[in-house]
């Protein structure tokens, strides 16, 4: 990528604050996805756009029914789905960390991204090598006991069809997918501890993110007011960009890599 002055500039400035922090944590959201080709749900050519939004009634109707929700999803692993979903699941089954994943375990393995809060369910960040963080809409590839929150991976798992819904090895609790259906509260655990990362960085990278989601969105806002520095990764501006200390308009694949390597360079002269 050719880098514009305002870009070179934007970057350097955003590798000195990144130098300088202690307790970085990244907020992140579908740019990040869709740069590893998973297309979004919403806007032109999104899921929802296509088939039409979820029901928002899905965490009721899964509560009053969860041996009738286990049966459906049971069967639609068995059976072929529609063609415009099942290609949706199969882009996410295919898709494959990008360098802007990497970048992030690089910063965590630097010891200074302490933690990631994505919106994303599709498990990259986990396949890339990150170890702390908080999906906090739930991870595609796991389950999740709706009273304790005990979370298994669904291939370690054995479902018994004949014995449904299946319940939590620990508590023994309704279990269902991990993902945050329509209607459901965020898990209290994945909200606490975004809360506790938002009060206790001193910068915040917010990237491929709309700004527009509550609760993701207002993390930033809430960092901000507790003194922390911004640095925003995203193609186009957001509600977010007015308030962050950079802004660096391009996909998180491109410049995060750009800026570890920066940092690293900055560490070493500081070390010398
Ligand atoms: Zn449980």
Redesign the pocket.
Known sequence: MELTEEQREGLEKASRILAGAQHVVALVGAGMSAESGIPTYRGQGGLWTRIGEPDPRAFQNFAADPKGWWERMLDRDRNPQSPERSRFGSSMQDAKPNPGHYALVDLERMGKLKWIITQNVDNLHRAAGTKHITEIHGNRTLLR?V????RIPRDEFEIDPHNLPPH?P????VIKGDGVMFGEPIPPDSLDMCIQQANACDCMLVLGTSGTVYPAAGFPLHALQRGARLIEVNVDPTPISAMVDVALRGPSGEFLPLLVSRLRELQVQKAV
Do not use: A, L, N
Not at 147 to 150: D, Q
Not at 170 to 173: A, D, E, L, S, V
């Open positions: 006991c009273h304790c929150h005990f939590c620990q508590c023994g609790g």
